[in-house]
């Protein structure tokens, strides 16, 4: 299954996050480290399964995607790249300011993991740019 319309990408964007809600609550109710990290875990995992399915515009539908291809743009690419990456340094502050526990070790992990694959994306995307234009 591929997604190609952004009608069709916002509505599973949209299912992502009442399911990332849904789990967030429950997760957060129980006040449980563990459950934190399961939740870290998922919802990289889901990240990464989006970039999967999505599919930009002339990128080819029925090929699977290569592992690095985060996204069809570097643009794109990098801005999720930078963002994760914010994320990341403002997370190990918090943790050197006193704040950190082992999800937030977790969660310092995803986002670098997700940082690094998306930086990758760009460096690769661009290579390719002159190549496709």
């Known amino acids: 299954m591929r997604f190609i319309t952004p009608r069709e990408k916002a509505i599973v964007v949209a299912i992502l996050l009442a399911v990332n809600l849904v789990f967030i609550l429950v997760f957060d109710a129980l006040h449980s480290e563990v459950a934190s990290i399961v939740l870290t875990v998922v919802q990289t995992a889901g990240w990464y399964l989006a970039t999967r399915v999505f ?58 993991l997700l940082a690094g694959l998306f930086l990758l994306s760009f460096s690769r995307l661009r290579a390719l740019a002159p190549a496709r234009a």
């Open 55 to 112: 599919r930009g515009p002339g990128e080819n539908v029925a090929a699977l995607r290569p592992w690095w291809r985060m996204t069809n743009r570097p643009l794109l690419s990098g801005v999720f790249g930078v963002g994760y990456g914010l994320m990341a340094v403002v997370n190990i502050g918090f943790s050197i300011a006193g704040y950190g526990s082992a999800s937030g070790t977790v969660s310092i992990l995803a986002e670098l």
